[in-house]
């Protein structure tokens, strides 16, 4: 069975930065997708990052030059991190993490990024 856990929110001041985490427990298809997605309230979830298990990285243009994603993979455990720098306001959400592996999806429960004027 497959668990996906989110760590690393938090509240910060606009320019500070933030590093998240996320493990994925559980035996995996080598080939698979992680990728960070944020929702702020009011809007629909969007991604903002992601990376492949071959290494190919994603950005959406909001965060390109601020935020890093990569990757650690391991036989029953799997961690990527979402290293966030230059933090705004319009960045604030709540971020999860999901796995996209062959026709499945798991998503975690979320973790709060609030960033203060």
């Known amino acids: 069975q497959v668990q996906v856990v989110e760590s690393g929110g938090g509240l910060v001041q606009a320019g500070e930065s933030l590093n998240l985490s996320c493990a994925v427990h559980g035996t995996i298809f080598r080939i698979n997708i992680l990728g960070w997605y944020r929702q702020a309230p009011g809007k629909q979830r969007e991604l903002v990052a992601s990376?492949?298990?071959?290494?190919?990285?994603?950005?959406a243009d909001s965060v390109k030059g601020r935020f890093i994603i990569s990757r650690e993979n391991g036989k029953n455990k799997n961690t990527m991190y979402l290293q966030m720098d230059n933090l705004n306001v319009e960045d604030t959400a709540i971020y999860y993490c999901?796995?996209?592996?062959?026709?499945?999806?798991?998503w975690g429960q979320g973790t709060q990024v609030t960033v203060s004027s």
């Open positions: 990376v492949t298990s071959g290494g190919s990285r994603n950005y």
């Open positions: 999901n796995l996209r592996v062959l026709r499945d999806s798991f």
